[in-house]
């Protein structure tokens, strides 16, 4: 076709078995020379299988996988990288053709060789490569200073993240990415999505993250028993166009069936009559030729089942004044005053390093305070969820054998109930754990978080190896959640659908964060500037005094956020106060209308606190 561009990589007819089981059928797809592809499919599908036939690294039953003649493949190592190198050294070394002709440089001295050494290096524009290489690790989550530390000193998911800079650094003409966001926070997705837009490779990514195939994906190259099919646009447009198809198919096989039934009964009345049966035989034949329409059907997912809140509390559930937290005698936050409702949707940010998983555990109740006020509510109970939670489940256990283990006592057909309500029912649950998948170890987790009904769930990266629509009832189960919930996850579209509000963790403290997840993401990108690489690094310029217009601006906004936080004080006292008359009414329950009476006068001097905050600023605002 006129203007179509060449494909950069054709997979013609691929067939590949695992065991006894037909994991790609005949696959067929041709991806243009710098498309940016989503590579989606259910968990088992058979993508990363792909990646691994595309690399070589497998070979199939039949087919052929093609790129054109010295096309550069890169992709991020399985194992993360190791050693005493410096992180930068390492990126830089990904340029394989740069790194050879600087150490040619060192023991050349053949003027001619030494002319073209030079010149080759000037022309891959080699001198620009360390400024190249900071500004990828800066935005992957590395200052300045920690990328000269040697990447043995960090942990695997960090050195990943190394990894993943240095392909991104090697520019390959082919850029295959399997779950790039897995080991990065919200700040290293944005950074990721704004480089992807303008990377000069052709990319095929598997992901799970919705807004990542919108934001950065041209094609979605879908994977679904066992073929392959190229469709145009992000993941949004997918959806759409994959529902027309499964209605239209829907139509055509309710018409096939109709026209069937009708050729048939045609044979059934006349097979037996001399002057019909030759046109008996005529409508055998167009049966037998007719080619069957197959109803285009999703597999259904299974919901994420969580009991009820045991015992409902009455707000705050969590207050916090002046307060610090850490380890030992290291303060890792302090200055912290923030109030947690019972029914309280808070999205937790910031970047990995500053305080996030401290500031969790003092919230659940983990870590205790080092000093402020801390006010948890009477019989508060707290669950949590984090993917290195992983290595806790017991080796050589089931599903079945962890619920048991929080059922001690109860008959074995009550023990199988719950474990089937968490998602494993019938032989599932006797599966051993190194045998379940990571989606379904993540179901298992959560069940066991929520399994006691707490009235405050802290979730801590939950979509990790969960697919796009695991994601989707992951949504459901948190927005029909009666308790508070704190989460943390790099999933845009998993923060925008289910939190109220943002709570911003930097600077040594946490603070609410005025703005929703798209204000968040112009921030962060603002703040780092990752994607200005066709500009050069400039000198940090002497920032200006503000001027009184700026001052007034940031004065206003500060009033505006006191004026927020004293209605919220407000509504938390009339629903205390409500709560106080209904425990009064009905004869009293000594201890909690002490408990309610103790939050109250918190509440009242958290709320004077705030007024006298809030006129001292109004009076400089005038001023």
């Not at 209605?247 to 055509?252: E, H, S």
């Not at 005529?282 to 597999?299: F, G, N, Y």
């Not at 289910?498 to 040594?508: M, P, Y």
């Not at 606190?609 to 809030?614: F, H, S, T, V």
Request: hydrophobic residues 40%; negative net charge; aromatic residues 6%.
């Amino acid at each position: 076709m006129a203007g179509q561009k060449p494909a950069m990589l054709h997979i013609n007819g691929l067939t590949y078995r695992l065991g006894e089981r037909l994991l790609i059928d005949g696959a067929t797809a041709a991806l243009p020379s710098g498309a940016r592809v989503g590579l989606v499919g259910r968990n088992g599908a058979g993508k990363s299988t792909l990646f691994r036939l595309i690399r070589g690294e497998l070979s199939a039953e039949s087919g052929s996988i093609t790129t054109p003649k010295g096309a550069r493949l890169g992709s991020v190592e399985q194992e993360a990288p190791g050693g005493p190198e410096r992180l930068v050294d390492f990126v830089l070394s990904a340029d394989v053709e740069r790194s050879a002709l600087l150490a040619e440089a060192e023991i050349a001295d053949d003027p001619e060789r030494i002319a073209e050494i030079q010149t080759r290096l000037v022309d891959i524009d080699a001198h620009a490569a360390p400024a190249r290489a900071a500004r990828i690790l800066s935005g992957l989550g590395f200052d300045e200073a920690a990328q000269d530390w040697a990447l043995s000193e960090y942990s695997g998911g960090w050195r990943m993240r190394v990894a993943l800079a240095a392909v991104l650094f090697s520019e390959p003409d082919i850029l295959l990415l399997d779950e790039p966001t897995n080991y990065l926070d919200l700040e290293g997705v944005l950074w990721l999505t704004d480089y992807l837009r303008s990377c000069p490779s052709t990319i095929v990514v598997i992901s799970h993250d919705r807004d990542l195939l919108d934001d950065v994906a041209d094609h979605i190259l879908h994977l679904d028993r066992g073929k392959l099919t190229l469709w145009s646009g992000g993941y949004t447009s997918f959806e759409r166009q994959r529902r027309e198809q499964q209605a239209l198919q829907g139509k055509m096989l309710k018409k096939q069936e109709e026209r069937r039934a009708h050729l048939q009964a045609f044979v059934d009345r006349f097979r037996a009559s001399a002057t019909k049966a030759t046109q008996a035989q005529s409508r055998l034949k167009m049966l037998a030729r007719m080619e069957p329409i197959t109803a285009v059907v999703d597999e259904s997912v299974l919901p994420f089942r969580w009991p009820a809140v045991a015992k409902p509390l009455s707000p705050p559930i969590v207050t916090m004044e002046k307060v610090s937290a850490g380890y030992g005698e290291r303060v890792v936050l302090s200055r912290i005053d923030l109030t947690l409702s019972n029914d309280d949707r808070i999205g937790l940010l910031g970047a990995n390093g500053n305080g996030k998983s401290t500031f969790a555990k003092l919230i659940g109740g983990r870590l205790p305070p080092m000093s402020g006020k801390m006010v948890r509510a009477n019989k508060l109970e707290s669950g949590f969820f984090a993917q290195h939670q992983v290595d806790d489940l017991a080796p050589g256990g089931t599903p079945y054998s962890h619920v048991a283990e929080r059922m001690r006592g109860e008959p074995e057909a009550k023990i199988r109930g719950r474990a089937a309500l968490i998602g494993f029912s019938g032989g599932r649950a006797d599966t051993k754990i190194e045998a379940l998948s990571g989606g379904e170890k993540a179901r298992l987790l959560m069940g066991l978080a929520t399994f006691d009904g707490p009235q405050l769930l802290i979730l801590d990266e939950p979509t990790n190896h969960l697919d796009i629509d695991s994601r989707a009832e992951l949504i459901e189960a948190i927005n029909d959640y009666e308790g508070a919930c704190i989460l943390v996850s790099h999933d845009r579209r998993l923060l925008e659908a289910c939190v109220d509000r943002l709570w911003l963790v930097a600077g040594g403290t946490v603070k609410p964060f005025d703005g929703d997840v798209a204000d968040y993401g112009r921030f962060v990108l603002g703040q780092s500037a990752p994607n200005a690489q066709k500009k050069a690094a400039a000198p940090a310029k002497a920032t200006p005094p503000p001027s009184p217009s700026r001052k007034r601006d940031a004065a206003r906004r500060e009033i505006a956020a006191l004026e927020e936080k004293m209605a919220r004080f407000q509504d938390l006292l009339r629903r205390v106060d409500e709560a106080l008359a209904e425990a009064g009414a009905v004869g009293g329950d000594a201890l909690k209308m002490a408990d309610l009476a103790a939050r109250r006068g918190d509440l009242e001097r958290a709320l004077t606190a705030a007024e006298e905050a809030w006129l001292e600023l109004s009076e400089q605002a005038e001023g």
